[in-house]
């Protein structure tokens, strides 16, 4: 009995210490890459679409006049605030359903639950041609 528990920490360890390694040999983080990433977890920089080549954030001479150069992260920040409203959506979708889940089988519940997820999904389409029109005007724009 106490053999097989030492073989059971054993091979747990080496799972650990393997997953541990290979997570860390991906995960590390390379500091250039990351200075100029436009991008976080699918949410836009304010600067998206403002760097050039070597990291640095155009002028507004550079970047095609004044009016272009605040429209830009206007739509940035626009777009940031769709996205963010895609993910409650899909947060209320999760909400609906374990509220559906856990209704028991009384109406008025089971009914809550679809209205919840039924405008959560229209939510999410809103929002996900929204972000669709932000990013084909900042296309435009620049």
Do not use: H
Request: contains cysteine.
């Amino acid at each position: 009995m106490k053999i097989r528990k030492i073989r059971n920490w054993i091979a747990a360890l080496l799972f650990v210490t393997s997953l541990g390694g290979a997570t860390l040999a991906v995960a590390t983080p390379q500091t250039s890459f990351a200075a100029c990433n436009d991008t976080l977890l699918t949410f836009p920089a304010w600067f998206k679409g403002l760097t050039d080549g070597k990291c640095d954030i155009k002028s507004p001479t550079q970047a095609g006049g004044l009016s272009t150069f605040i429209w830009t992260i206007v739509l940035n920040v626009i777009e940031l605030g769709l996205q963010l409203v895609g993910y409650l959506s899909v947060a209320f979708i999760i909400r609906g359903g374990f509220k559906y889940m856990t209704a028991i089988g009384e109406a008025g519940e089971i009914e809550k639950a679809k209205t919840i997820i039924k405008n959560a999904v229209i939510g999410l389409l809103i929002s996900i041609f929204s972000v669709a029109i932000v990013n084909f005007i900042a296309g435009a724009i620049n």
